[in-house]
C-alpha cells in the first residue's frame, strides 16, 4: 500500500471511532454532559485538522469529508458537521486549484459545490434547531442565507452538463430549508427560493 493509502485507512478509522464516541447532542442545562460533548467535539476537529493539513491530499479527503459531515447532521450535529467538515472543504475553493493530483475540473467543482449544499443546509440546520419556529430574526436571516448560499452553489454545478444532477439536489435541498418558513408564516420570504427550485428541477430532467 502507498503512504497515502496507509495514512487515508488509518483516518477511516480514526474517524470512524472518533464519530461512534461523539455523545449525543446535550440540553444546554446539562453542564457535565455538555463538556463531556465539547471535549470529543474538540477531538474530532483536531482529528480532522491534522489529516487534512499534515497527511492526505485533497483526492484522499475531500469525499471523507464530506461523509463525515452527513453522519453528523444525521445525528443532529449540525454546527459541528458544518465547522468540522463542509467549511473545511469551501475554503479550499478547489475549483481554483489548478494542480490537484487525481482530481480534474468536473471533480473538483463537484466536490466544491456538495460542501457548499452541506455548509449552508448544515447552517439552516442548526438555526432551526435552536429556534424551530422561527420567533427570532436572526434565525430568519440564517435561512435566508443559507438558501441564497443553495441557489448559489446550484448556479455553479449549472456551469458543467456532467453535473446536472447537483441541480437536481439543489432543489431538494432548498425544499428542506424553505420548508420551516412556510409553516413559520414566512411565504414571501419563501416563495423567490421555490420559484427557482421548480425551474431548476425541470430543467434538470
Not at 125 to 135: E, N, W
Not at 147 to 157: K, V
Request: net charge neutral; charged share 10%; aromatic share 8%.
Amino acid at each position: 500500500m502507498s503512504e497515502v493509502a496507509v495514512a487515508a485507512a488509518a483516518f477511516d478509522e480514526d474517524l470512524g471511532r472518533a464519530l461512534c464516541a461523539l455523545p449525543p447532542p446535550p440540553a444546554a442545562n446539562q453542564h457535565g454532559a455538555v463538556l463531556v460533548h465539547q471535549q470529543a467535539a474538540r477531538k474530532l476537529h483536531e482529528l480532522c485538522d491534522y489529516y487534512v493539513s499534515r497527511k492526505l491530499p485533497p483526492y484522499a479527503f475531500a469525499a471523507r469529508l464530506l461523509s463525515a459531515g452527513a453522519d453528523l447532521m444525521a445525528k443532529g450535529e449540525h454546527a459541528l458537521a458544518s465547522s468540522c467538515c463542509f467549511s473545511t472543504l469551501v475554503q479550499l475553493n478547489l475549483p481554483e486549484v489548478q494542480a490537484v493530483s487525481k482530481l480534474d475540473a468536473v471533480a473538483r467543482l463537484s466536490l466544491h459545490v456538495k460542501a457548499l449544499y452541506g455548509l449552508h443546509s448544515s447552517s439552516a440546520a442548526a438555526a432551526l434547531q435552536r429556534d424551530p419556529c422561527i420567533t427570532h430574526a436572526s434565525t430568519l436571516q440564517v435561512v435566508l442565507a443559507a438558501l441564497a448560499g443553495i441557489q448559489a452553489g446550484c448556479m455553479q454545478a449549472v456551469q458543467q452538463q456532467q453535473l446536472y444532477w447537483l441541480v437536481y439536489n439543489a432543489t431538494i435541498h432548498i425544499h428542506k430549508a424553505a420548508q420551516p418558513l412556510v409553516t413559520a408564516g414566512f411565504y414571501a420570504e419563501a416563495v423567490p427560493y421555490y420559484v427557482f427550485a421548480g425551474g431548476r428541477a425541470l430543467h434538470s430532467c
